[in-house]
């Protein structure tokens, strides 16, 4: 079952925690001195893998980051960067262009900028540059980086004062996380092991993931793009209460396709009393097409904990995905064409 699995990913998988738990020290290395005295911004420029770890920040201290932060992807800076901002550069790589050219027009700005890469060219530039850098571990695929991404940043802008209710102390979500990601290791795991009947259900059809904001918003992404790059997979997302305001009439499509899709509704256990009916509904209008839907809740106590679960059971699935379709889930053949094919222009 697991001979596709050429790089050993679901070893990544079973030690994601051990990026949690290690994420502190990681912070402490770089030694971080910035002046955040007159920051009224965050910018945070990212690609894939490394702009989803700013999408989360965004989401998950959605009521606690003390600034506005926008992440962008692409090319560019915007005009609003400058003196007043902190730009969080990241790149798993440090190579990633469209990065390498947006921090660039950011720094002439007058920006404080913080980096967060293993290597490559980012981190020489931050070096020449005496930026604050955060130097992560290399040797992953970015996508399987997310703890080094997410949580060295976490304790930065925790020190730095921008987030409220900040805590070092991440020992019961380390713990949290390595037992879930036990729980999914089959067949090795006792009884039900629900990312591998996920995927076995998801196999041969296209996943529709819906969330809801803010706090799941950017996990929906996160099982499209993971299903699309380790499931080699399309995969399609959208987030509530948006969705029902355009893509629910999507649902009133009366042909064949109809039958290709399967959907996915992530859920708390506790949500806002409109969102929960807004769900319910949603899910009425869906199941009158003949689709059939699923729902994957939340589990643990804080936010942290829900969201990575719901992180950690994606990545799973999308790995399970993969070896149903006897992919590796480790290539992006598709991506290093691009890559090698934009180099030579």
Same mark, same amino acid.
């Given at each position: 079952m697991y001979s596709v699995?050429?790089?050993?990913?679901?070893?990544?998988?079973?030690?994601?925690h051990k990026q949690i738990e290690e994420s502190e020290g990681l912070y402490k290395a770089?030694?971080?001195?910035?002046?955040?005295?007159?920051?009224? +911004?965050?910018?945070?420029?990212? !690609?894939?893998?490394?702009?989803?770890?700013?999408? =989360?920040?965004k989401d998950v201290f959605f009521d606690q980051l003390k600034v506005p932060m926008t992440v962008v992807r692409g090319y560019h800076a915007p005009a609003f960067c400058g003196k007043n901002t902190l730009v969080v550069v990241s790149s798993y790589s440090g190579n990633t262009e469209e990065t390498l050219s947006a921090v660039e027009q950011a720094a002439q700005s007058g920006a404080q900028v913080l980096a967060v890469t293993s290597g490559g060219k980012l981190a020489e530039t931050a070096q020449a540059n005496k930026w604050a850098l955060i130097t992560i571990p290399p040797g992953l695929p970015p996508r399987q980086a997310l703890g080094y991404l997410f949580f060295p940043l976490y304790h930065a802008l925790g020190n730095l004062g921008l987030i409220d209710s900040y805590s070092a102390n991440l020992k019961?979500?380390? $713990?949290?996380?390595?037992?879930?990601?036990?729980?999914?290791?089959y067949p090795q795991a006792k009884g039900h092991v629900l990312s591998y009947d996920l995927a076995r259900v998801i196999r041969n059809k296209v996943p529709i993931?819906?969330?809801?904001?803010?706090?799941? %918003?950017?996990?929906? $992404? $996160? #099982? %499209?793009?993971? !299903? %699309?790059? +380790?499931?080699?997979? !399309?995969?399609?997302? +959208?987030?509530?209460?948006? !969705? +029902? /305001?355009?893509?629910?009439?999507? #649902?009133? %499509?009366?042909?064949?396709?109809?039958?290709?899709?399967?959907?996915?509704?992530?859920?708390?256990?506790?949500? /806002?009393?409109?969102?929960?009916?807004?769900?319910? =509904?949603?899910?009425?209008?869906?199941k009158k097409r003949g689709v059939k839907v699923i729902e994957v809740y939340t589990a643990?106590?804080?936010i942290l904990e829900k969201v990575f679960s719901l992180i950690v059971l994606g990545d799973w699935v999308s790995y399970y995905l993969a070896l149903g379709y006897k992919k590796d889930p480790n290539e992006i053949k598709n991506i290093d064409f691009l890559k090698k094919e934009m180099a030579r222009l």
């Open positions: 699995d050429k790089a050993g990913i679901n070893k990544i998988l079973l030690s994601f770089a030694d971080i001195h910035l002046d955040m005295k007159n920051i009224t +911004n965050i910018l945070y420029l990212g !690609m894939g893998g490394s702009a989803i770890a700013g999408d =989360l920040m019961s979500l380390v $713990r949290f996380i390595s037992d879930l990601a036990k729980r999914n290791k993931i819906y969330s809801t904001a803010p706090y799941l %918003q950017t996990v929906s $992404r $996160r #099982w %499209q793009n993971q !299903m %699309q790059e +380790n499931g080699k997979s !399309m995969a399609f997302s +959208n987030v509530l209460p948006e !969705m +029902n /305001h355009n893509e629910i009439v999507g #649902w009133e %499509q009366d042909t064949k396709a109809m039958s290709e899709f399967v959907v996915i509704f992530m859920e708390n256990e506790d949500p /806002h009393p409109r969102i929960k009916k807004r769900i319910e =509904l949603s899910k009425k209008i869906i643990g106590k804080s």
